[in-house]
């Protein structure tokens, strides 16, 4: 990893042009099973994902990101690409689910034992190492979450479920770590839905999936999309702490929307810590003064070595112009910092 201090990355995704995806398809929610939102016909659907993942690396560049992603540009969603491509998942009727918000969402059901039988992100890392010369990043959804997005029709343990899914990530991340990536990230948002269980479960499944692997590694919490997510977000983490029990060298918390107290940064020593310093609900972009403000805010709890700037969460709902205006006051406010600090 990079000995720069105050490296920016983003959280994962990216926006995907108005040419591949039906938006308004997409602004119904986050999709937890397979859903056909492509604009372009199958014969050419690859090539024109590879098309628009390219505009989102030099995008990511342009805007002077240190640490890049590929966008998540053939993604439906940052978790049902991966969760649906497993053994042990029904390909047929969906399971539902009601919603804290009570809205019913199509779920994937777990009918026989989950097994990663195939690569699913291989090529898009691959494809994103040969297609940048800085430091690569991909994420995957994280095993609690998916065990959290499925009806359980199979085991008689959900924690058995969890650590299968768990051995699933691993065997899909060491791929990952073979095609270049030099960060991987577990999405785990669900962490905070049950603190019981995550309690229980998620500290071991988070090691499982991360078992093995030279990567640096991060686990990603936060509120929810603010397209999707409405109203007052909390101020703190219901679950948070714990994490820093966990073998993952980087925590991903979102901050900027909520107005996180950041207090809790004390608590997680020795991590590193991805704070999310963008708000992604404020539909004006901040600026280089805004941001470095944020992180000198931060840097009042841990020291600079410690503190990886970032978006609060993914970025697939916004504008592109607008998500490229975030990124670039981003690093223009990180580097205004790191000046100071030199």
């Known amino acids: 990893m990079t000995t720069k201090l105050l490296p920016t990355t983003v959280v994962g995704s990216y926006p995907q042009p108005d040419w591949l995806v039906d938006r308004q398809m997409l602004s119904k929610g986050v999709a937890r099973v397979r859903i056909d939102l492509w604009r372009i ?13 390219l505009l989102a690396i030099r995008d990511m560049e342009r805007a002077g990101i240190d640490i890049i992603t590929d966008g998540e540009v053939r993604r439906e969603s940052y978790s049902n690409r991966f969760a649906t491509a497993l053994d042990g998942i029904s ?6 689910v009601i919603s804290r918000a009570g809205l019913s969402t199509a779920v994937p059901r777990v009918v026989g034992p989950i097994r990663r039988t195939q690569a ?27 065990s959290r997005q499925a009806i359980n029709e199979y ?47 998620a500290v071991k499944a988070i090691d499982r999936a991360l078992e093995g692997l030279r990567a640096t590694t991060v686990v990603h919490l936060c509120f929810g999309y603010a397209a999707v997510v409405k109203g007052e977000k909390p101020v703190g983490y219901s679950f948070l702490g714990e994490l820093g029990a966990c073998r993952v060298d980087q925590i991903s918390i979102e901050a900027a929307q909520p107005k996180l107290d950041l ?9 590193k810590i991805m704070l999310g310093v963008i708000d992604l609900a ?9 941001v470095a403000n944020r992180i000198r805010a931060a840097l009042k709890f841990l020291p600079p070595d410690r503190l990886v700037p970032a978006p609060d969460f993914g970025m697939k709902y916004l504008p592109r112009e607008l998500a490229f205006a975030k990124l670039k006051a981003l690093a223009d406010g990180a580097a205004a910092v790191r000046a100071e600090l030199a």
């Open 155 to 201: 085991y008689k343990d959900d924690d058995e479920m969890v650590m299968d899914f768990a051995a699933a990530v691993n065997a899909e991340a060491r791929d990952l770590e073979k095609a270049g990536a030099d960060v991987i990230q577990l999405d785990e948002p669900w962490l905070r839905q049950d603190p019981p269980a995550a309690k229980r479960i």
């Open 120 to 146: 699913v992100e291989t090529r898009d890392m691959a494809f994103l190492r040969q297609n940048t010369e800085r430091l690569a990043k991909i994420t995957l959804p994280g095993p609690f979450t998916m």
């Open 91 to 96: 390909s047929g009727k969906p399971g539902e």
């Open 282 to 290: 404020d539909p004006q972009a901040e600026t280089s003064v805004i």
């Open 41 to 53: 016909a199958e014969p050419w659907l690859e090539q024109a994902q590879d098309d628009a993942t």
């Open 263 to 271: 207090g809790v940064l004390k608590d997680l020593a020795p991590k």
